[in-house]
């Protein structure tokens, strides 16, 4: 278990790239309808979230091109980047979709999980695109930080 876990949780699969591409803001919790197939594959970590993001359709929350490899061969089975219903309180989305309409944000999924009560879980981050330039300059502050702390430490 990882520090940033929490007690009971179990972690299928994390978006590493998120953060190194957007500036996040703000975490949202979300839960996701799936199929009984699609379960089973979360549970096998047979799921990739990159390129996946969740926006707002006609009053709901829909997360997309997440690609969840489908387990065994069923003539039933969903397709394995169908979007996928999200579950937030009403609240919570008409301020989600605000932000997203009003302030060019973006919702993209950092983690995916199982809560303590067996639920299937999706970590969003409200997200702001970092323009390449800024990257470069965060890579190149942080590389001077360690040289600092190396010269510093002997």
């Known amino acids: 278990m990882s520090p940033k876990d929490k007690p009971g949780e179990k972690l ?3 978006n590493r790239k998120a953060r190194q591409f957007y500036d996040i803001s ?5 839960g996701i309808a799936l199929f009984g197939s699609e379960v089973k594959s979360l549970r096998a970590g047979q799921v990739d979230l ?3 993001y969740a926006d707002v359709e006609r009053g709901e929350l829909f997360l997309h ?9 069923s ?24 932000k997203i309409s009003r302030q060019g944000m973006s919702l993209i999924p950092l983690r995916l999980y199982f809560s303590p009560r067996g639920w299937a879980k999706v970590e969003l981050g409200l997200a ?3 323009r390449k330039g800024d990257r470069r300059e965060a890579i190149k502050k942080r590389e001077a930080e360690k040289e600092m702390r190396r ?4």
């Open 12 to 14: 299928v699969a994390t």
């Open 26 to 30: 703000e975490k949202v919790e979300a």
């Open 50 to 52: 990159r390129d996946s």
């Open 65 to 73: 091109k997440l690609h969840l490899t489908p387990t065994g061969f």
């Open 75 to 98: 003539p039933f089975a969903p397709a394995p980047e169908r979007k996928r219903k999200l579950l937030v309180r009403r609240e919570e989305l008409s301020r989600l979709a605000g």
């Open 128 to 130: 702001k695109v970092i």
């Open 151 to 154: 010269v510093r430490w002997g």
